[in-house]
């Protein structure tokens, strides 16, 4: 258990830097649930972590009758990821670097910590969950999936916000799905003691 949360630790503070350090100063937004809720954030005003967390709830109840061990893990890093994001909301605006320097390296950190959250099995996020058990079910890389749902959740957010500026978003989910795709392809080394 203690390796799980601290692996959880881990990708949720790497995603609250890569999205408060990196994408909210562009107004830009990731996908899933993340991206969901910034988009309300930039519609309405409402707290992201606080509605990341508030959206993930019907997506969690799935989960429990599908697979109650990723609704656990799922959970506790859905909740962690919701606090992270918020308590690392004064990195916002204090990084200046220009926006597609800003994107990569958000996107890297974000990437980073989804990745190691779902090669262990753990969701950051309702939209990832859905993946991991998508791909679980399907056979498909949870990677592959990912940036297929975060794509049409960025399209979205592009007719709705009507901002170019959001075009830059696609990159990000490219570059996270990539990273995810990739952490979670690598078989695990094993070491035999004879």
Not at 127 to 147: E, Y
Request: hydrophobic fraction near 60%.
């Amino acid at each position: 258990m203690l390796k799980k949360l601290a692996i959880i630790g881990f990708g949720s503070t790497m995603i609250g830097v890569g999205i408060n350090g990196f994408i909210l100063p562009f107004h830009l937004i990731n996908g899933g649930i993340f991206g969901i809720s910034l988009l309300l954030n930039y519609i309405w005003g409402f707290k992201a972590g606080l509605t990341f967390i508030l959206l993930n709830i019907p997506v969690y109840m799935f989960a429990y009758k599908s697979d109650p061990v990723y609704f656990f893990n799922g959970l506790i890093g859905a909740i962690i990821s919701g606090m992270m994001i918020e308590l690392l909301l004064p990195l916002n605006g204090i990084v200046q670097l220009p926006i597609i320097s800003s994107v990569i390296f958000g996107a890297v950190l974000i990437g980073i910590g989804v990745g190691v959250m779902l090669r262990n099995h753990i969701s950051p996020g309702g939209m990832d969950l859905l993946a991991l058990l998508l791909a679980k079910w399907s056979k498909v890389n949870v990677g592959v999936i990912m940036v297929v749902i975060d794509a049409f959740i960025i399209l979205t957010g592009i007719l709705l916000l009507k901002d170019p500026r959001l075009l830059y978003s696609l990159l990000i989910v490219s570059i996270v799905g990539l990273l995810a795709t990739i952490i979670t392809s690598f078989h695990k080394i094993e070491i035999y003691h004879d």
